[in-house]
């Protein structure tokens, strides 16, 4: 089995292509997956357990707003990358703040000198039939933790930052809002859906790391582990 890192979060993943094809219209994830009385896998232990997809689906959050609505208020908001080397520019002579917004994992394993994690996404908690059925989304592409929004994830940043901070945020890969011929519309990541929160809840100096920190790392700038 494949680390959830490995991959996409699959709430980012296209679902024209990337989708799980059942009988009917209830959306995990961006995976389609069934409401009727049957298991959502006859073949798989959740079906042999015998779980019902009863739950409906909650209401939608901010965060899973469509990309190209989130990508429209960043740029209206001038959210600006900024490459790894500028990044540590800034922490080191301008006072920014790098927050972290990868899993806890992810992040003791190694991250930036000064940087604080905020997870946007943890590891998925209950066992509803709701959440069950998504764990199951995740383990067909062989995923075993799968992630959900972090419900807390503002409640958290507003108790160590105030609405003038200068903050850097960052994941792994980056993402980003420059067009291309493959991805008019960029490519949207784990840090530009935690700007997009930030920017909607009125921070107001918000940068994002263009190339994460799989570019910081690779760059060979600081870093540090807890483990």
Same mark, same amino acid.
């Given at each position: 089995?494949?680390?959830?890192?490995?991959?996409?979060?699959?709430? +980012?993943?296209?679902?024209?292509?990337?989708?799980?094809? $059942? /009988?009917?219209?209830?959306?995990?994830?961006?995976?389609? +997956?069934?409401?009727?009385?049957?298991? $959502?896998?006859?073949?798989? /232990? &959740? @079906?042999?357990?015998?779980?019902? $997809?009863?739950?409906?689906? /909650?209401?939608?959050?901010?965060?899973?707003?469509?990309?190209?609505?989130?990508?429209?208020?960043?740029?209206?908001?001038? &959210?600006?990358?900024?490459?790894?080397?500028?990044?540590?520019?800034?922490?080191?002579?301008?006072?920014?703040? #790098?927050? !972290?917004?990868?899993?806890?994992?992810?992040?003791?394993?190694?991250?930036?000198?000064?940087?604080?994690?905020?997870?946007?996404?943890?590891? #998925?908690?209950?066992?509803?039939?709701?959440?069950?059925?998504?764990?199951?989304?995740?383990?067909?592409?062989?995923?075993?933790?799968?992630?959900?929004?972090?419900?807390?994830?503002?409640?958290? &940043?507003?108790?160590?930052? !105030?609405? !003038?901070?200068? #903050?850097?945020?960052? $994941?792994?890969?980056?993402?980003?809002?420059?067009?291309?011929?493959?991805? /008019?519309?960029?490519?949207?990541?784990?840090?530009? #859906?935690?700007?997009?929160?930030?920017?909607?809840?009125?921070?107001?100096?918000?940068?994002?790391?263009? @190339? @994460?920190?799989?570019?910081?790392?690779?760059? @060979?700038?600081?870093?540090?582990?807890?483990?």
């Amino acid at each position: 089995m494949l680390a959830a890192s490995s991959f996409t979060n699959p709430w +980012l993943l296209n679902t024209a292509s990337k989708s799980l094809w $059942c /009988p009917s219209s209830l959306v995990v994830n961006s995976f389609p +997956l069934p409401l009727a009385s049957k298991s $959502c896998f006859p073949q798989s /232990p &959740v @079906g042999r357990f015998g779980v019902k $997809c009863t739950a409906t689906k /909650p209401p939608k959050s901010p965060a899973e707003e469509d990309w190209k609505v989130k990508r429209e208020v960043l740029l209206q908001k001038r &959210v600006r990358s900024v490459e790894v080397k500028e990044a540590l520019r800034l922490q080191t002579e301008n006072n920014f703040l #790098i927050l !972290d917004v990868r899993p806890e994992a992810e992040f003791k394993e190694a991250h930036a000198p000064g940087a604080i994690n905020i997870q946007i996404y943890r590891l #998925i908690k209950e066992w509803t039939p709701w959440d069950i059925a998504r764990r199951a989304a995740f383990l067909f592409f062989g995923i075993i933790s799968g992630t959900e929004e972090n419900p807390e994830f503002l409640q958290i &940043v507003e108790s160590k930052l !105030d609405k !003038d901070a200068k #903050i850097i945020v960052a $994941c792994s890969s980056g993402g980003t809002m420059r067009p291309s011929q493959n991805l /008019p519309q960029g490519q949207q990541s784990r840090s530009l #859906i935690a700007a997009y929160l930030l920017v909607l809840n009125g921070y107001k100096n918000v940068y994002h790391l263009d @190339g @994460g920190l799989y570019n910081w790392f690779k760059e @060979g700038l600081p870093s540090i582990s807890e483990e």
